[in-house]
Nanobody, 123 residues
């Protein structure tokens, strides 16, 4: 059975950086579109950044544009979310999820969903 595990969250000061990891097991992450989502307390889940290597497409949410980037390591079956210039409003639980195609991420048709990692941006 496939599984996703996020890691790399923590407490960081405003303006700082974090790199989140999304490691897959039981399936090849490169064959799926991968999405990063976040959910702050009392707010709805929002898409942050979607990446589909087999479709050659990347989508950046408003919060990610110009500050966040995504990369992957096929050998480690892991996707990374590099977050720079972090702001207090970036505080949330960050999740990764997969879909067959990027449109499936927009539609909420997930194959796998991780348990989340907490990111707190505060001085």
């Amino acid at each position: 059975q496939g599984r996703l595990v996020e890691s790399g969250g923590g407490l960081v000061q405003p303006g700082g950086s974090l790199r989140l990891s999304c490691k897959a097991s039981g399936f090849a992450l490169k064959d799926y579109a991968v999405g990063w989502f976040r959910q702050a307390p009392g707010k709805e889940r929002k898409g942050v950044l979607f990446f589909s290597s087999h479709e050659y497409v990347t989508w950046y949410g408003d919060s990610a544009e110009g500050r966040f980037t995504i990369s992957g390591d096929n050998a480690k079956n892991t996707v990374y979310l590099q977050m720079d210039s972090l702001k207090p409003e970036d505080t949330a639980v960050y999740y990764c999820a997969t879909g067959r195609r990027q449109m499936d991420l927009f539609a909420g048709n997930f194959d796998y969903w991780g348990q989340g990692t907490q990111v707190t941006v505060s001085s």
